[in-house]
């Protein structure tokens, strides 16, 4: 099946540094990725959209900045959070489509940041 | 903009025990709906995915229906696990939508104890 590979799992660092988070199609093809944040209890909130070989489509209220998308190749996309604060601590989780429309979503298993 | 809510927020019940998890949604034009597992900590666990075409999807001992129509879906757990505790996210994706983005609920967080 499809599967969907990110790391790190956890990261810690120090504010002011930045973080790079990968997510990586193992056996597919993703034109398409999606970021996602989600708090402690909360559900998922989509961060952008990410499509390979053009700009990420950032949702409303979210830094294009802070958080930089790259979709280098068919198979990977990647996350950067710039100039990391205590408050970007969160649990950051990738998924992808395989392919047509009517596939389901595969998740990535997720990175717990903690920035101190 | 599609709203998805899922009721209960938390549900905790022996061992043995069948379980409906229910999840709304306010726009019936959709796509898919999906059901999702995820376990503390960890990613998300796809479990099924029913078709805007569907009226139900079934896998073991889950079973999952869907009402567009209304805007309903139920998840369906029969005899109940502990290894079944988790949070049970429902996602929608919206029809006439190119980029495919999903629509997560709340999530019901299940505990289920020998």
């Known amino acids: 099946g499809a599967v969907v590979s990110q790391h790190p799992s956890r990261v810690i660092c120090k504010s002011g540094t930045s973080v790079k988070i990968e997510c990586r199609s193992l056996d597919f093809q993703a034109t398409t990725m999606f970021w996602y944040r989600q708090f402690p209890k909360q559900s998922l909130m989509l961060m952008a959209t990410?499509?390979?070989?053009?700009?990420?489509?950032?949702e409303q209220g979210v830094e294009k900045d802070k958080f930089l998308i790259n979709h280098a190749s068919l198979t990977l996309s990647t996350l950067t959070v710039t100039s990391a604060h205590p408050e970007d601590s969160s649990f950051y989780i990738c998924?992808?489509?395989?392919?047509?429309?009517?596939?389901?979503?595969?998740f990535g298993s997720g990175t717990r940041l903690t920035v101190v | 903009k599609q709203e998805v809510t899922q009721i209960p927020a938390a549900l905790s019940v022996p061992e043995g025990e069948n379980l409906v998890l229910n999840c709304s949604f306010t726009?019936?034009?959709?796509?898919?709906l999906q059901w999702f597992r995820q376990d503390p900590g960890k990613g998300l666990t796809s479990l099924l995915l029913?078709?805007?075409?569907?009226r139900e999807q079934t896998s073991g001992r889950l079973n999952a229906s869907l009402d567009k129509s209304s805007g309903r879906s139920t998840l369906y757990i029969a005899a109940s696990q502990p290894g079944d505790s988790a949070t049970y996210l429902c996602a929608v994706r919206p029809g006439g939508s190119t980029l495919g983005r999903l629509y997560f609920g709340r999530g019901t967080q299940l505990t289920v104890w020998p």
């Open positions: 029913i078709q805007s075409s569907q």
């Open positions: 726009d019936s034009a959709i796509y898919n």
């Open positions: 998924s992808a489509r395989r392919g047509q429309v009517n596939y389901g979503y595969t």
């Open positions: 990410s499509n390979e070989g053009s700009k990420a489509t950032y």
